[in-house]
């Protein structure tokens, strides 16, 4: 998943296109649907597997994390959720400020000790000395990374729209 693609690619299609001639690269054509990543993946993999590419703004990592649940529970297999967000280069960054880049991959199945259901109220915050990556929809898994770390049990909110994924772990 990621909140919005490939910024760099948007950036030199934008310019392309603005420019007299309106000459698009082939391969940024390309390159510029959301699935690429997951389709040069597959192909370096040489995997048939199925997967999904989807963007949600904010909310992205955590309807990654739903999609990957019901995948899981209706097919009965392992997901592989990877999550990036990268800065988008000027003048697009002033519409969609992520400070810095991030990326995490979680590789999930059945018994994984969570519970998901939707919730209201508000995301739980990042970490502590994590605030920088506040903006990155990607780094939103950050809560959750950090309660998975800790023994006992826990409950985080992640954004999704507008209301929360909320995630129980249990032990």
């Known amino acids: 998943m990621s909140s919005d693609g490939d910024g760099d690619i948007v950036h030199r299609l934008c310019t392309a296109l603005a420019a007299p001639a309106a000459e698009v690269s082939p391969t940024d054509f390309h390159n510029s649907v959301h699935n690429a990543a997951t389709g040069y993946w597959s192909i370096g993999a040489h995997s048939s597997a199925p997967s999904?590419?989807?963007?949600?703004?904010?909310?992205?990592?955590?309807?990654?994390?739903?999609?990957?649940?019901?995948?899981?529970?209706?097919?009965?297999?392992?997901?592989?959720?990877?999550?990036?967000?990268?800065?988008y280069p000027a003048p697009l960054a002033v519409h969609r400020p992520v400070r810095h880049g991030f990326a995490a991959a979680w590789a999930l199945e059945e018994g994984s000790q969570l519970e998901i259901s939707l919730g209201d109220g508000?995301?739980?915050?990042?970490?502590?000395?994590?605030?920088?990556?506040?903006?990155?929809?990607?780094?939103a898994c950050l809560p959750l990374l950090s309660a998975l770390a800790r023994p006992g049990d826990a409950v985080?909110?992640?954004?999704?729209?507008?209301?929360?994924?909320?995630?129980?772990?249990s032990g």
């Open 52 to 87: 999904t590419a989807l963007c949600a703004y904010d909310g992205s990592f955590a309807a990654g994390l739903l999609e990957a649940a019901c995948q899981i529970t209706t097919e009965a297999r392992r997901v592989l959720l990877v999550a990036v967000d990268l800065p």
């Open 156 to 169: 985080v909110r992640l954004p999704l729209a507008d209301a929360v994924l909320q995630v129980r772990k």
């Open 122 to 139: 508000k995301a739980t915050p990042l970490p502590a000395g994590l605030e920088s990556f506040e903006g990155n929809a990607a780094a």
